[in-house]
């Protein structure tokens, strides 16, 4: 293991790290289609942090927070959710917990869209409070890849989606032996308008817990 991952270094290496920021992975326990791992979001969260700290000196990649707002995806077993409110006091004791211990450069890493409302509120509550840290958000990572990548990348939906195109890509560059590829089926919403957010119940949306197409996802597309 890394040194810089703190779920897995003894106290000595953390005392000489000379750590002086660090990375909090956020993600969920949720239903991801029939081919996706449960903890898909939270894994990539992890894996994603560790490769961002691969290339920043001197940065700690937190544990997780495996749990998230999740209640949306409460019909597809088994998902575990967390209320909002919940979801922005366990952030908050964490950051409080980070900054207790000198750090003032913060970057949350987040890997699930029911998180982005609570994690914008505890890390502007922690800045109101805490003026002189820095806090960096990373909300979305799906949205982030499909700006970096080639035009053309994805083939359906722009690769967006539950455990759709971009979703599966990205497990299947992390972790193949995770994915089993017979199993993938999705659905795309054709009733979502472009220009408004419509609050919806996954259920509504597909019948066995995934939207896009992740039969498109290949390892090489976020590689």
């Known amino acids: 293991m890394k040194d810089f991952d703190l779920y897995y270094i003894n106290g000595h290496k953390y005392l000489t790290g000379k750590?002086?920021?660090?990375?909090l992975p956020v993600g969920s326990i949720e239903r991801h289609g029939?081919?996706?791992p449960i903890g898909t979001d939270t894994m990539v969260a992890y894996e994603l942090s560790k490769l961002v700290a691969e290339e920043v000196?001197?940065?700690?990649?937190?544990?997780?927070?495996?749990?998230?707002?999740?209640?949306h995806y409460a019909s597809f077993a088994p998902t575990l959710s967390l209320e909002a409110d919940t979801m922005?006091?366990?952030?908050?004791?964490?950051?409080?917990?980070?900054?207790?211990?000198?750090?003032?450069?913060i970057i949350i890493f987040n890997g699930h869209d029911g998180n982005?409302?609570?994690?914008?509120?505890?890390s502007r509550n922690m800045k109101v409070l805490y003026p002189e840290v820095k806090i960096a958000v990373q909300n979305a990572w799906w949205v982030t890849a499909g700006k970096l990548l080639p035009p053309g990348?994805?083939?359906?939906?722009?690769?967006?989606?539950?455990?759709?195109?971009?979703?599966?890509?990205m497990v299947l560059a992390l972790h193949p032996e995770l994915?089993?590829?017979?199993?993938?089926?999705?659905?795309?919403?054709k009733d979502l308008p472009e220009n408004m957010e419509i609050k919806w119940l996954f259920s509504e949306l597909t019948s066995n817990g995934a939207t896009g197409?992740?039969?498109r996802g290949t390892e090489k597309k976020e590689k």
């Open 213 to 215: 197409d992740p039969t």
């Open 19 to 23: 750590f002086d920021k660090v990375i």
């Open 179 to 189: 994915v089993e590829m017979k199993y993938a089926k999705g659905r795309v919403p």
């Open 88 to 105: 922005i006091r366990i952030l908050e004791d964490v950051l409080e917990s980070v900054i207790r211990h000198g750090f003032e450069k």
């Open 34 to 36: 029939d081919h996706l």
């Open 116 to 122: 982005i409302s609570p994690i914008e509120i505890a």
């Open 153 to 169: 990348t994805f083939e359906v939906w722009n690769g967006l989606g539950h455990a759709g195109e971009g979703e599966t890509s």
């Open 57 to 71: 000196d001197n940065l700690l990649v937190l544990p997780p927070i495996t749990y998230g707002v999740s209640g």
